[in-house]
């Protein structure tokens, strides 16, 4: 993957590079950044640098959902503006819990 992806995808929670993508990720997955890929490495040469990223997949028992969809649904509107807090759209919240 492109370096700033996988920092994204094994960012951990409260750090700048957390996200949505993170979190549905590493519900679903252990992610583990192994290492960098020099652009070196390839031909032709990228302009970016890569890295090695391990994806395990977690056992079902590990996840704890309710519901895997209304998951994806909370954690997308979690971070779908990010200044705004969490209290301010538990409104949603309930809704989706309702469905």
Do not use: C, H
């Not at 409260?14 to 519900?27: N, P």
């Not at 209304?70 to 919240?93: D, G, P």
């Amino acid at each position: 993957l492109q370096k700033e992806v996988a920092q994204r995808v094994s960012a951990l929670p409260s750090t700048k590079m957390y996200g949505r993508l993170s979190s549905m990720l590493q519900y679903f997955y252990e992610i583990e950044l192994l290492f960098d890929i020099p652009a070196d490495a390839f031909n032709p040469k990228p302009k970016i640098t890569s890295s090695f990223v391990k994806f395990t997949r977690r056992n079902p028992e590990e996840l704890n959902a309710l519901n895997d969809d209304n998951y994806e649904r909370v954690i997308k509107l979690a971070f779908q503006q990010k200044r705004k807090t969490l209290k301010i759209t538990s409104k949603e919240f309930l809704k989706i819990l309702i469905s």
